[in-house]
């Protein structure tokens, strides 16, 4: 099956995946609002003017917690893959009372790059802070999970505080207190040497790691921006052949080196696209993982 079919396949799956809430719920949007035959209320935002720079606001009829899950997809950051990946899991999460924050970004292809790519995801993770306020989302219980290429882009949603002054990205107004890179290409440097995706590291960044005078690969790379200061959740398929399993090990150890407070999950018998099911075992770990961190 082809990667394309694939997402189409695992999307597909969220329209059955309503589960009953658990615990204390919490009052949902209001009333009178548009919802879904579920009652899900679905709100997608713009954060700037191109179609991609748009996140969607899934709000659950019930809430179990005010704060908030930010889902980064994947797709080797090119053009023709969108927020639409994460459908599926985005519904588990809303089934069981949790506020989405599903997010899109303009990929190589489609007016991304460096820095648009990482740019796009900086302002459309700063704007939550406005809608925190009109749907009484906590800013201060936000988790950012990543799946492959955006597993790199989350973990450096959650590193934006450590950038320089000026710096792409730098002076974040929405910081989360937890991340969860899925199968991540978490060491951009690595990434490239090992030609991932076909050079996509390259493709989105513009140069190579051993020629790069401006120093890019250190402002973008989840691996050069450690300690990112928060809990994070590293989670990979066992036979993942898309990004070798290295990345996530190999992040682990140097973020753990670093100080940070590091889970790493290796699931044997998994490969990359089970991330996006919600009925597979790295997606419940990851979502296991990620519950406690929004109450």
């Known amino acids: 099956m082809s990667p394309l079919s694939r997402r189409r396949l695992l999307a597909g799956l969220g329209g059955s995946l309503a589960a009953a809430l658990a615990g204390c719920s919490r009052p949902g949007p209001p009333a009178d609002a548009p919802r879904s035959a579920d009652g899900e209320q679905l709100l997608p935002r713009p954060y700037g003017g191109a179609d991609a720079q748009v996140a969607d606001l899934r709000l659950p009829a019930q809430r179990t917690t005010d704060g908030v899950v930010v889902l980064v997809h994947g ?27 599903n997010l899109d970004y303009r990929a190589v292809g489609d007016g991304g790059g460096w820095p648009q790519t990482f740019t796009d995801v900086a302002a459309g993770m700063d704007g939550l802070a406005e809608v925190a306020g009109e749907y009484d989302l906590d800013l201060a219980r936000v988790v950012v999970v990543g799946h492959s290429a955006g597993g790199a882009l989350a973990l450096w949603a959650a590193a934006r505080h450590r950038l320089p002054d000026g710096a792409p990205g730098a002076g974040p107004a929405v910081r989360p ?25 390259e493709s989105l960044l513009g140069v190579s790691p051993d020629d790069d005078p ?20 590293v989670v990979t398929g066992g036979q993942d052949t898309a990004v070798p399993p290295e990345q996530s090990t190999s992040y682990a150890e140097a973020a753990r080196a670093a100080g940070d407070d590091v889970t790493l999950e290796v699931v044997d018998g998994e490969g990359h696209f089970e991330h996006l099911d919600p009925g597979s075992v790295v997606w419940t770990t990851a979502r296991d993982w990620l519950l406690p961190r929004l109450t």
Not at 75 to 101: F, K, N, T
Not at 214 to 233: I, Q
């Open 177 to 201: 207190v937890a991340a969860v890179t899925q199968a991540g290409v978490n060491d951009l440097v690595a990434g490239a040497r090992a030609g991932l995706g076909g050079g996509a590291v």
């Open 214 to 233: 401006r120093g890019v690969y250190d402002l973008a790379s989840p691996a050069a921006l450690v300690p990112l200061g928060v809990p994070t959740l």
């Open 75 to 101: 797709g080797y950051w090119q053009s023709g893959y969108d927020r639409s990946l994460e459908d599926a899991v985005a519904a588990d999460l809303v089934g069981r009372g949790v506020p989405v924050w």
